[in-house]
């Protein structure tokens, strides 16, 4: 009777592992097929992009029992860069992350402009699997703060997250104004996902999106410059 049941465990551990298997098959596949296109660590130099990986993987992993879902981001998002390495090793080096380490990334993102970028990201990975809890607000917090942003900001940058987790044109475009430019600009990898018409509005620039081609009546509104581009540009 002993026997039969150690046949059986090797039975269920040899089939969780094919199916382990096939779930990261599943997952890097999606990856490939829905990768985070123009998102902005995937015009940086392989050093910072590196870097900035590792951080990914630490906030996907604070906090969380189930970090399926935030690897499956990151993973879309490494799809849009070339030259990186298979996500294991990013999860490694997150373990290994010192404080010296985290100072030259704070660095890195303010030299290359990479701030309001990293903060979408964060709180999209905070929020891959329900609401955050308190830590893992306190923890993204933390590197607002040490980013420059403040609390109007951060405000600002988690309204923009609500509108790409719902997929809602509509609060996305209510949003738009000449304050939060920055943030416009780092959003639209994701706002081109599901925006359909205005999604860059300041002083400057409106540009109009659509993944097919789409006609705009162009509202009256003093602008340097008007865009309308595709999926396909």
Do not use: W
Request: net charge negative; with cysteine.
């Amino acid at each position: 009777m002993l026997e039969k049941n150690n046949d059986g465990n090797k039975t269920n551990n040899a089939m969780d592992k094919k199916v382990e298997l096939m779930k990261k098959f599943f997952s890097d596949s999606m990856a490939k097929n829905h990768p985070i296109q123009d998102h902005p660590i995937s015009k940086t130099d392989e050093y910072v992009r590196n870097l900035y990986i590792d951080m990914l993987c630490m906030v996907a992993q604070y906090e969380c029992n189930d970090t399926e879902r935030g690897f499956s981001l990151i993973r879309r998002i490494m799809s849009a860069c070339e030259n990186t390495l298979p996500l294991e090793e990013y999860i490694k080096h997150s373990m290994e992350i010192t404080t010296e380490k985290t100072a030259e990334f704070i660095k890195q993102c303010k030299d290359n402009k990479l701030c309001e970028i990293f903060m979408i990201d964060a709180m999209l990975l905070s929020c891959a699997n329900g609401t955050p809890n308190a830590k893992q607000v306190g923890f993204i917090a933390q590197f607002g703060d040490m980013l420059g942003f403040d609390k109007d900001k951060i405000s600002d940058v988690a309204k923009f997250v609500l509108a790409i987790l719902e997929q809602d044109t509509d609060k996305y475009q209510e949003i738009l104004n000449n304050e939060n430019e920055a943030i416009q600009l780092n959003a639209i990898c994701y706002a081109k996902e599901f925006v359909c018409g205005l999604i860059i509005c300041t002083s400057k620039k409106m540009h109009f999106y659509s993944q097919k081609l789409a006609k705009y009546d162009l509202p009256l509104k003093d602008a340097e410059s008007y865009l309308i581009s595709t999926m396909d540009g």
